[in-house]
């Protein structure tokens, strides 16, 4: 009689009788990363040498200088992303590092516009705006991995929400309550000024209030998902859970009157609805907090036409907005010299060197986007729009498919945040809505805006890897006094916040 076959003792099969399942092995894609980053690091180069050929006239033996140290420090960030987060997203950091070395060039290219023709090809690349960008890249790349080093499951920042929260509130309230000549660039209160240089602690704040509105709506959100009644087919919620939105409805309009900038006022406000509408799936919170904000918005153009004092700078503002051509030599400059780079480049722009960024105030900041329109066209900038979609849609990916709660809020909260950043500033530029004092993500000049938008990225990073991570794949830490595993595992139950598994 012949004896049954029976498989070979595996892991999952291991023969004694019992069943045990092992998670399967997903691959890390952290060569795709690298990849990605190597054709970035080939357009920069490209990019550099149309630059300095159109502008200088030939290309210069050292063009290659500034894209070669941008690509060593993307290397040192995908050599740490190896280590500290192997299954994070590997498209998130090459199409930041497109971006951000595109603004280093850009930068580069104004350098060049300023100084004159003869002297052009003896401009040093360790100088000027360019070089300063990129220095300011190397120190919030470190910064983006030591955070991500310190946070190693997403889930402690929960920790420490509410001290977060009011350090995001004392940050967001720092200039207002500073004397103008501190505090004050061309109208708007946003930054610390220092002999030398200038902080802008409102890009800091951003994160800090995400951690605390994300675990805030965890923690409320059958409460807010509560209906009261139904009004063309849409359930609005009950008038006493309109409390924290009207709350953060006042800050919002605190920080357009007293710090006199709508984008800033836009983001705080803009980023609480939304969470609030990814935590109660609730289109209602939406149309309530467009309502809040545009009834704000008018109330403040109002009281600026008619009393003035802190309303005046916005009523200005939205003047300019409505026809900046009626005063194209004074306030409406500015938005009339973008309008008019925008246009001159077209479909397909003058080419990378070849047009007159200089022309176009503030370039190098709020309007580095008209600046670069000029000279890569509308499909060149529609191509850049597409890769900050590209970013965002693969933070929303994350928080879709990260497990906890808290992940879900934050991570959507963190792409939305710079969606929202991106299109304030555009449609400023392109008369869309009032010009704002945003800048641009990763391509604008300056360390403060630079430095937190790529702790934002170390974040996403953080959280993409916990929710590509295969089960069981990450070590466990402690949150309140309760052990959990790691972002890929099984549900887990914390002392401050439940976390669940959503279908």
Request: charged share 15%; glycine share 12%; with cysteine.
């Amino acid at each position: 009689m012949t004896a049954p076959a029976y498989p070979a003792p595996s892991p999952s099969n291991p023969g004694d009788g019992s069943a045990v399942s092992a998670p399967a092995r997903q691959r890390t894609r952290r060569n795709v990363e690298l990849g990605l980053l190597l054709f970035v690091a080939a357009i920069l180069m490209v990019y550099a040498a149309v630059v300095e050929g159109n502008s200088v006239g030939k290309v210069t033996p050292d063009f290659w200088v500034q894209t070669a140290i941008l690509a060593a420090i993307f290397a040192v960030a995908h050599v740490a992303i190896r280590f500290i987060a192997p299954y994070a997203d590997p498209v998130i950091l090459p199409a930041v590092a497109l971006i951000n070395g595109l603004g280093v060039g850009f930068l580069r290219r104004l350098d060049l516009g300023r100084e004159k023709a003869g002297l052009r090809a003896d401009l040093s690349v360790f100088g000027g705006d360019g070089f300063r960008q990129l220095g300011w890249t190397a120190a919030a790349v470190v910064g983006a991995v030591i955070l991500m080093i310190i946070v190693r499951d997403h889930r402690s920042l929960s920790r420490y929400a509410y001290t977060l929260g009011l350090a995001g509130i004392v940050l967001v309230l720092i200039p207002a309550m500073l004397p103008s000549r501190f505090s004050s660039i061309n109208g708007a209160k946003l930054w610390i000024k220092f002999p030398g240089f200038s902080i802008q602690p409102g890009e800091f704040a951003k994160i800090c209030l995400l951690v605390f509105f994300a675990y805030y709506l965890v923690r409320k959100r059958e409460v807010l998902s509560l209906a009261s009644k139904r009004f063309l087919g849409i359930d609005f919620p009950r008038g006493r859970d309109l409390g924290p939105v009207v709350l953060v409805w006042l800050l919002s309009l605190m920080v357009l009157i007293f710090e006199k900038d709508l984008g800033t006022s836009l983001m705080y406000f803009g980023l609480f609805v939304v969470t609030l509408y990814i935590a109660t799936e609730r289109v209602s919170w939406l149309i309530i907090g467009l309502g809040f904000f545009l009834g704000g918005a008018f109330l403040a153009y109002f009281l600026g036409k008619t009393v003035g004092g802190p309303f005046l700078n916005f009523s200005e503002r939205a003047t300019t907005w409505l026809d900046p051509f009626a005063d194209a030599d004074n306030k409406g400059y500015q938005l009339v010299q973008s309008l008019l780079g925008l246009g001159t480049g077209g479909l397909t722009g003058a080419g990378p060197g070849a047009g007159q960024p200089t022309k176009v105030p503030e370039v190098r900041t709020d309007f580095i986007f008209s600046g670069l329109g000029e000279e890569i066209g509308l499909f060149g900038l529609t191509a850049l729009l597409v890769v900050y979609l590209l970013l965002v849609e693969r933070g929303l990916r994350a928080a879709i498919n990260v497990r906890d709660s808290f992940g879900k809020l934050f991570a959507g909260g963190l792409a939305f945040t710079l969606g929202l950043q991106v299109f304030v500033i555009v449609g400023g530029i392109s008369q869309l809505i009032p010009l704002t004092g945003q800048t641009t993500p990763f391509l604008s000049a300056g360390g403060s805006s630079l430095v937190a938008n790529w702790l934002l990225i170390g974040l996403l990073l953080r959280i993409s890897d916990a929710s590509r991570r295969p089960a069981g794949g990450s070590p466990s830490i402690n949150l309140g006094g309760v052990s959990t595993g790691g972002g890929g595992g099984a549900p887990v139950q914390i002392k401050e916040l439940p976390t669940e598994v959503v279908r």
